[in-house]
């Protein structure tokens, strides 16, 4: 059993994915989002299944018409409140209604829409870039740093972004676009993703044995709201396994900055042999004057040095 809680916000990714980047306005002007589920009851979801309708709630207030509401120019007040009036709509789109309530209609813009900003993409849709270097991390993880063809520096970006790549398995094998958090320093002339290879992962498996250095691979710009902010307050750092790629790239930006923020790494790997950047890592921590650490082994192996390799 679920319940429909809130519409789904469309991002950039459909637009990629299709090759038309008007795709996620289309899908809102269409009226067509789609929605998310609360599970209720917990089951077995199969292929087949039929759909049926076991309650409805209170105000029936349609997905597309709570939608409308946050991404649509005009807000009519008694759907607005009729929205306001439904238990399961999620607390974030509750907040985002609210919002608008709130101003009575005298806000320029959206208020509801008000959050975390980045910079526009630095291009749209995809161009080739070319890997340049693969390393391996540790047992499962693999680097692939990708530049301009001609040599010129790529557009920098936020430390904590991500990029999308197409990749192209070949074999009449449909195209790959998955998002890989930049594991590098921010502003250096190339890319670095990290990528795990996952037992049943297409696109991991690929990187592991099918991208090379010289091949080219199509990229989408970086994007992201999430990502390292200004100022002086403490920066807790928290990752385990691959994880650590947007953290990584955050701890880069702070040691070059010689930043003096006290700055927290907690890093959870399973062993040595899957610790990715424990080196590369270790020494960024020390070139900053207020950084504390904790590496945490769920299943040292023998030859693993509590003290030197990990701390827990």
Not at 81 to 99: E, K, V
Not at 142 to 149: G, H
Request: hydrophobic share 40%.
């Amino acid at each position: 059993v679920f319940e429909v809680t809130q519409p789904r916000v469309t991002c950039y990714r459909v637009g990629l994915r299709l090759n038309e980047p008007r795709m996620a306005a289309l899908l809102v002007s269409h009226r067509r989002p789609g929605f998310y589920l609360r599970v209720i009851t917990e089951g077995h979801v199969e292929a087949g299944q039929e759909i049926v309708k076991v309650a409805g709630g209170p105000e029936q207030v349609s997905v597309a018409e709570v939608d409308a509401l946050l991404y649509l120019p005009g807000h009519p007040r008694a759907t607005l409140q009729r929205a306001l009036r439904i238990p399961a709509l999620s607390p974030g789109w509750q907040a985002s209604l609210q919002a608008i309530a709130d101003t009575a209609g005298d806000a320029t813009g959206n208020v509801g829409l008000t959050g975390p900003t980045a910079p526009a993409p630095a291009w749209a849709g995809f161009r080739p870039l070319t890997v340049t270097a693969v390393h391996q991390e540790s047992r499962d993880v693999r680097s692939l740093t990708l530049a301009a063809a001609d040599g010129s520096p790529l557009p920098g970006w936020l430390a904590g972004q991500s990029i999308t790549l197409k990749l192209q398995p070949g074999g009449g094998a449909a195209a790959l676009i998955r998002n890989y958090s930049l594991s590098n320093l921010p502003g250096s002339a190339a890319y670095r993703i990290s990528v795990k290879k996952e037992t049943h992962g297409a696109a991991s498996g690929f990187i592991a044995t099918g991208v090379r250095a010289g091949d080219t691979v199509d990229v989408a710009a970086p994007r992201g709201t999430f990502h390292l902010a200004d100022g002086d307050a403490p920066v807790v750092l928290v990752s385990a396994g691959v994880g650590v790629t947007p953290v990584l790239s955050m701890l880069h930006q702070l040691a070059e900055q010689r930043s003096g923020r006290e700055v927290w790494w907690l890093h959870g790997a399973r062993d040595a042999a899957e610790h990715s950047f424990a080196q590369e890592s270790s020494e960024l921590l020390d070139r900053l004057p207020n950084a504390h650490r904790l590496v945490a082994y769920s299943g040292p192996a023998s030859s693993d040095r509590p003290g030197a390799d990990y701390t827990a």
